[in-house]
């Protein structure tokens, strides 16, 4: 469809605000192989490790020359300040501080509130931290799949579709439309949470209609 022979995209897209970092690690952790969370601080280690990757996001998203192969390599590797060696990220995360613009310097700040609040626990609650995330960026470590994240050159419309009389409310459709970017939201009269079922016709031609405007040399008859 991107009428690429390969593509890429990056969780760092959108990761540049503090709202973009946090939903995509939200994300990462969704897409994450699921442990059982009921054990002893299961649902701690998990929240702290999406906001280590959350900070870890922002730093790269706002960094030149960073991509998501460096959040798996600060994770992987543990990076953090110890003794005198202050580590890559925070040299990036007081440099964003720093800096005259006000949104990298929010960005900075938000790092460092995560990431210095982290360090400053004690050595088993920080590696625990680390672990759990770990498991949420493991995928990346295969260095096709690293590729894969090197650049952002996916940019795709979306098009949703919405039963004027599905159960769910229509803000779930708004959410992935918020989400997604680029999107045109279509409600059809007369349909429920099956739309293509309830009203073929207006599904064809609404589906119809967005390809055929699309970017590119998609060819739709």
Known sequence: MTGRESATWSPL????????????????????????????????????????IAAFLIIAANTKDRTFADIVGWVVGTHMPIEKNVGQT?????????????????????????????WRNDHRTVSGVYATARTMVWPWID?????????????????????????????QAELIAERAGQVDVLV???????PWIDQPVAVTDALLTFLRGLRGTMSVT
């Not at 059809?188 to 099956?194: D, I, K, R, T």
């Open 90 to 118: 925070q040299p990036l995360m007081r440099a964003l501080k720093a800096d005259g613009d006000p949104e990298r310097k929010a960005a900075g700040e938000f790092a460092s509130l995560v990431l210095e609040g982290l």
């Open 188 to 194: 059809l009269p007369g349909a429920a949470h099956l």
């Open 143 to 171: 260095p096709l799949v690293a590729k894969a994240t090197s650049g952002c050159t996916i940019d795709l419309d979306w098009l949703v579709l919405y039963g004027e009389q599905d159960f769910e409310p229509i803000a």
């Open 13 to 52: 897209r959108g990761a540049k605000t503090v709202s973009g970092a946090v939903r995509a690690a939200r994300q990462i952790a969704e897409a994450a192989p699921r442990r059982d969370s009921s054990g002893e601080g299961g649902d701690f280690w998990l929240q702290m490790a999406e906001s280590l």
